[in-house]
């Protein structure tokens, strides 16, 4: 038996877009507000079998801060930011709290996963999704941009990037 053409193709298309296909995962969906919360950030493989070199992370400016933990083999870098009367302990009494954070110069072959962590200060209210936009960065100049966020009402993306609901503290 075969699938008729049109069957195939939007199986495919469907595949193409699921959030399970996704190489950028956030480890969890939803964060308590107003909590230090540890997210990581899941590397399922490289970018078309060439293997993981950087991963650069853009900060939700809805967080009241966010630090992240280094990553033995790699180099980690801050970028941006300006003092905040939000930046807590992830961004220490006034100091920057930063717009990107980068990890880079590390190799992680296509074959295996790994996590990149951060500790953030979730926002002090309930009731949003944050984006949490990916650049991946392969060998051989390949890019893959995990950065778009779902259109209102639901839907699909090809490239989502992680999101986290944020919710009431239990």
């Known amino acids: ?21 996704a190489h950028v995962t ?18 399922g493989h490289g970018c078309d079998g060439a293997a993981t070199t950087g991963i650069r992370l853009t900060v939700p400016q809805e967080l009241r801060g966010a630090s992240p933990m280094p990553h033995p083999g790699w180099t980690l870098s801050l970028g941006g930011g300006e003092a905040s009367e939000h930046a807590g ?10 717009q990107e954070i980068a990890w880079t110069g590390g190799r992680l072959d296509s ?15 309930a009731g949003g999704t944050l984006a949490f936009p990916v650049v991946q960065e392969c060998e ?21 990037a992680p999101v986290v609901r944020v919710v009431e503290r239990r």
Not at 1 to 21: E, G, I, K, Y
Not at 89 to 98: L, T
Not at 143 to 160: D, I, N, T, Y
């Open 26 to 43: 956030a480890d969890r969906a939803e964060m308590p507000a107003n909590s230090y919360v540890r997210i990581a950030f899941r590397v």
């Open 111 to 125: 074959a295996y996963f790994d996590e990149f962590v951060l500790l953030v200060r979730s926002p002090a209210e």
């Open 1 to 21: 038996m075969t699938f008729p053409r049109t069957a195939t193709l939007a199986l495919v298309a469907l595949l193409a877009t699921s959030p399970a296909m």
């Open 89 to 98: 302990h992830a961004g220490h009494h006034g100091s920057p709290m930063p």
């Open 140 to 160: 051989g100049g390949a890019v893959a941009r995990w950065v778009e966020r779902p259109p209102a009402g639901g839907g699909r993306v090809a490239f989502p």
